[in-house]
Nanobody, 121 residues
């Protein structure tokens, strides 16, 4: 099993930055696809950024150019650097992991508890 714990959320003003971290336990974590998802009130869960075990990266169009996903396998940690934050980025952010990067959101196997990001205008 893989356990994921997010941290780094908080409240910021529009234009500000946050860095989310996801600590993963389990010695197979480095072989997994890792991703950040978010869910805003009244909306479904959406993929924000995904990084494969081979470091291929994909971003949602809404965050392209503003967010950067990275992973440090030595530390078993996933990061999401969030810059130029907008009010519409307000959501609960979840770290997730799965052997297959192409799965639909609902099919990802491992999930953290989430960390809240609130961006005020």
């Amino acid at each position: 099993q893989v356990q994921l714990v997010e941290s780094g959320g908080g409240s910021v003003q529009a234009g500000g930055s946050l860095r989310l971290s996801c600590a993963a336990s389990g010695y197979i974590a480095s072989s997994l696809c890792m991703g950040w998802f978010r869910q805003a009130p009244g909306k479904g869960r959406e993929a924000v950024a995904v990084i494969s075990s081979l470091l291929s990266i994909g971003y949602a169009d809404s965050v392209q150019g503003r967010f950067t996903i990275s992973r440090d396998n030595a530390k078993n940690t996933l990061y999401l650097q969030m810059n130029s934050l907008k009010p519409e980025d307000t959501a609960m952010y979840y770290c997730a992991a799965d052997p297959d990067c192409t799965r639909r959101d609902s099919e990802w196997q491992y999930w953290g508890q989430g960390t809240q990001v609130t961006v005020s205008s």
